[in-house]
């Protein structure tokens, strides 16, 4: 009997939960997607610099690389750029190969080292110093200069309350004209926020030249920072008017 009743008291809790289930499922509600959007005026900019060599020994392209990334952090220092904003982003040592027709073969002719260096600004005003100051220096590539703010988690947080605050704005209108209300917040997921504009310029290929007659001027574009949420909300329906 006892026995009995335990399965009994099992299956009626199942059951019990399963109507649960379906009637939240049924509920009236209202789906919505919003995007909050934010100015971002950039105050930080970041570039890659490409030291290489060639030589017939890997030791003579490795020394010679080596010579050339010396100096280029000597003139990242006088431009106002501290070693810890200057790090190694990579650094390779590999052969040569060069296709011969008449042999059919690949023969090696040297060795090439490349030393690649991502270099921190932290003030936007000396961007256009320090790259100058890389060239001057015997820089190989100025690549891929990139931009972005020192308050991006505030901005971001700031661009989440909007899209929220839009994302509920959104949905009491569409439960209005629906002929009901807005109810309580179901659930609510954020997306990767973006940045929108021209975060990055093209790459720029410079090799060490006589000094310019004008210095190199660098400006960045205001950008924003979009944050979209999708957000779920309980559908109220208006009583009927007897």
Do not use: C
Not at 77 to 97: C, H, K, N, Q
Not at 114 to 131: C, F, P, Q, W
């Amino acid at each position: 009997m006892k026995t009995k009743l335990l399965f009994f008291s099992v299956w009626l809790f199942f059951a019990i939960s399963a109507l649960s289930l379906t009637a939240r499922a049924e509920e009236s509600q209202v789906v919505v997607s919003a995007s909050g959007t934010v100015s971002v005026k950039p105050d930080m900019a970041q570039f890659g610099v490409v030291v290489k060599s060639d030589a017939k020994s890997a030791d003579k392209a490795a020394a010679d690389t080596a010579e050339k990334y010396r100096r280029v952090q000597g003139a990242l220092r006088t431009a106002g750029i501290p070693f810890d904003d200057a790090p190694t982003a990579s650094y390779t040592v590999s052969p040569r190969w060069e296709w011969d027709q008449s042999l059919g073969k690949s023969l090696l002719k040297g060795y090439s080292a490349l030393h690649t260096i991502m270099v921190k600004v932290r003030n936007l005003s000396i961007v256009g110093r320090a790259i100058d100051a890389v060239v001057q220096a015997g820089a190989d590539e100025v690549q891929s200069i990139s931009f972005s703010s020192s308050s991006y988690e505030a901005l971001r947080q700031q661009a989440l309350a909007v899209a929220v605050g839009n994302a509920r704005r959104d949905a009491a209108i569409m439960a209005e004209a629906a002929g009901g209300h807005l109810g309580q917040l179901i659930e609510v997921s954020v997306s990767q926020p973006q940045y929108v504009g021209r975060p990055a310029m093209d790459m720029m290929v410079m090799r060490a030249a006589p000094a310019a007659p004008a210095p190199t001027e660098i400006a960045p574009s205001e950008q924003e920072i979009v944050v979209t949420v999708n957000s779920r909300w309980h559908f109220l329906a208006s009583p009927a008017v007897r």
